[in-house]
């Protein structure tokens, strides 16, 4: 009987060790995957936190870029209703000088003359609008672009 007792005791102890080993290689399993858990939400969060900042600095860049090009317009609005009202201001200077000429020949001239200074304000005014128009759109793009630019720059770093 005690070779009896003496099995069921080393059956015991090995019963416990075998439980004993179990139970720490399951601590040491739960352990590393709440670890990695707790890593995987951290990622997520800074992730999630990184994506909200690069948003925000699309929509400050998308409001930037509409404030400039509301700029732009407005100028050019201006510089328009000026034009326009300078042009009709000369139309009917000269209408009244036209209708003060003594000749044919002096109508002519002062014609020719109102239409050739008509043609160069005119021309004049096209070409400032369209510096005006061109720099609009410049500054109205240049702060998507420095947005596109910063986020291919983090893309290509990020490989």
Known sequence: MADSAETVKKTADTAKATVDKTTAQAEKFQAGAAKAFREGVDKSVAGFAELNAEGKKNVEALVASAAAAQ?????????????????????????????????????????????????????????????????????????????????VEKFQAAR
């Open 71 to 151: 700029k732009g317009a407005e100028t050019l609005s201006a510089a328009s209703l000026a034009y326009g009202k300078k042009s009709w201001e000369d139309g009917v200077a000269a209408a009244q000088s036209l209708s003060a000429a003594r000749s044919v020949q002096e109508l002519i001239e002062l014609q020719t003359s109102w239409a050739k200074s008509a043609a160069e304000t005119y021309l004049s005014e096209v070409s400032k609008m369209t510096d005006v128009f061109t720099a609009s759109v410049k500054d109205s793009f240049q702060p998507i672009n420095e947005r596109v630019t910063a986020s």
